[in-house]
């Protein structure tokens, strides 16, 4: 038997002995070479350039960073690098350790560091029982500022970083993702409302008057959210520390545990009044206490009647409370930018049973304009 066998020619190309002319691999001439000295440039200037740090410039930050090309996963191919001075484009070949890349680029980042707010305690700066106003300022702040940061993308990064050492370019960008300076106070730059109201000494009141301002000093009411005053002190008990004093039950005085607490409740409430937030809940008394300013206080009574305060504001509202053994302050710190808020106090319209009725408004002022206006209305149906 005979079998006849096909022939298959094949056509060999053969490289051309010299480099296209003008041709250059990474940013160096091998343009009119034999493949040795091509291979010579490649291993020296080509590599040098493949291989030189890389300066990377972080886009949306001010941020930059170097990166060893070599020390992050990025290789040289040689023999493929000459091969296209042969034949290719004017880039050197490289190989990749996509991980060892993609963690080198990860180490570059920069964490954000807190602000730190220092709110200096509370000293008496209003106690005007009439009309008068209060603007917003920055006594009673010291802030350090924090630090911003900035993290990348190390899968979109690297692509970027390999391009870079291709071309033999010492400098590249890459996208950032900025990271605000953090800290629970960082929007916390004023003093935004204070009051403080006085009293006699010694009295078992005042016992009373500076544990409730203790247990209150320091809180955060957060921004959007609101404030309870019964919520946060809780029931009055001996167990916590509370006394027996004088307190006005059903138009009477009589000793009720935590008497006298309706002080401290009276200086924050003027305190949020001339801050211009939102008091959601308060009651004043139902007899006139001479000490309080007439219309612009509140009574506290345990599952009864409270005291709610909203936080309407973008930044946070800390709560600082200081006594003496005379007086209660209250300041209220966060940010209102150029608020002034301006109150009015109506005449007393005598009432047939000893008390009388009046009328305050409070217009707040946000940048030179009026922005809301709250009227209060309330009869006392004697004095104390």
């Not at 009051?195 to 955060?220: E, M, Q, S, W």
């Not at 027996?244 to 200086?267: M, N, W």
């Not at 937030?277 to 409270?306: C, F, M, V």
Request: proline content about 7%; aromatic content about 6%.
């Amino acid at each position: 038997m005979i079998v006849a066998g096909a022939v298959i020619a094949v056509r060999t190309v053969r490289r051309p002995e010299l480099t296209p002319a003008g041709r250059t691999i990474a940013g160096v001439a091998v343009g009119g070479l034999d493949e040795k000295k091509v291979r010579a440039a490649v291993e020296s200037s080509v590599r040098a350039r493949v291989e030189q740090p890389i300066a990377v410039r972080v886009t949306g930050t001010e941020a930059t960073f170097t990166l060893d090309p070599v020390a992050a996963g990025i290789s040289l191919d040689v023999d493929a690098t000459v091969r296209q001075a042969f034949t290719g484009s004017g880039n050197a070949v490289v190989t990749t350790d996509a991980t060892e890349l993609q963690a080198a680029l990860a180490a570059h980042r920069q964490a954000a560091t807190d602000t730190v707010v220092r709110l200096a305690d509370p000293v008496p700066r209003l106690e005007a029982k009439g009309d008068a106003s209060f603007t917003s300022s920055a006594k009673g702040v010291t802030r350090t500022e924090g630090r911003p940061g900035w993290t990348i993308d190390p899968a979109a990064a690297a692509p970027v970083m390999v391009a870079a050492a291709r071309a033999g370019q010492p400098e590249a960008a890459v996208a950032g993702t900025p990271v605000p300076a953090g800290g629970e106070l960082a929007g916390v730059d004023q003093l935004i409302g204070t009051f403080t109201t006085y009293h006699p000494c010694c009295a078992p009141r005042v016992t009373n008057i500076h544990l409730i301002a203790k247990i209150v000093d320091g809180t955060v009411i957060a921004p959007g959210t609101t404030f309870s005053l019964n919520r946060k002190v809780g029931e009055r008990t001996r167990d916590r520390g509370f006394v027996p004093a004088p307190a006005i039950v059903d138009g009477e005085l009589e000793d009720q545990l935590g008497g006298g607490i309706s002080q401290f409740s009276t200086t924050l409430f003027n305190s949020a009044w001339f801050a211009g937030l939102p008091i959601l809940e308060h009651q004043p008394h139902s007899k006139y206490i001479s000490r309080y300013p007439p219309g612009r206080e509140a009574t506290l009574d345990w599952g009864n009647i409270d005291q709610v305060i909203r936080n309407d504001t973008d930044a946070p509202v800390v709560i600082r409370a200081a006594t003496t053994g005379t007086s209660v302050t209250v300041a209220l710190y966060g940010s209102t930018g150029k608020r002034k808020v301006v109150s009015k106090t109506g005449p007393r319209n005598p009432g047939t049973d000893g008390g009388f009725s009046i009328r305050v408004t409070r217009t707040v002022y946000d940048n030179g304009a009026p922005s809301g206006t709250t009227t209060l209305r309330w009869r006392y149906t004697g004095l104390d």
